[in-house]
């Protein structure tokens, strides 16, 4: 899949935020190893800690989906161009993912930049700290 569908994807999601609060609107489009598109978007709440980021959203509508892991996922911010996820959609990612799931950014000159999201939340803490 080419990554301007990706980008459409994530579009469409950012379209339907619900940011009274910050009024930022955040859209997310996972594309999963079965080539499934997953989209999410920003779900804010007047008890500022419960809303919920895109990012999350999207993992949510993959896994009812009956997907399973992240290969590709792409952020939408502000003035719609793509941004980095926050710290703790990063640990989201990781655990859907693999090292080599790839976060697609954007430069301020609107350039794509591909990361691995094991460069992008590194030494991760994941379920191997949890075995004794
Ligand atoms: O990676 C991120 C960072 C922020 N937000 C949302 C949370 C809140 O609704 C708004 C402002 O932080 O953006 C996301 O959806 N994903």
Known sequence: MKLEALFEAAKMAH?????????????????????????GCNVENAAYPI????????????IVNGGTKIKDILVIGKKGQAC??????????????????????????GKFVSKNIGDLLPDAFDHSHLDK
Request: with cysteine; proline share 5%; glycine share 6%.
């Open 84 to 109: 980095p996820p926050c710290g703790a959609c990063r640990q989201i990612i990781f655990e859907h993912g693999s090292k080599e799931t790839k976060v697609h950014l954007e430069t301020s000159a």
């Open 15 to 39: 379209k339907k935020a619900y940011s009274p609060y910050s009024n930022f609107k955040v859209g997310a489009a996972i594309l999963d190893d079965q080539d499934q598109v997953h989209i």
């Open 51 to 62: 809303g919920c980021c895109a990012e999350q959203s999207a993992v949510s509508q993959m």
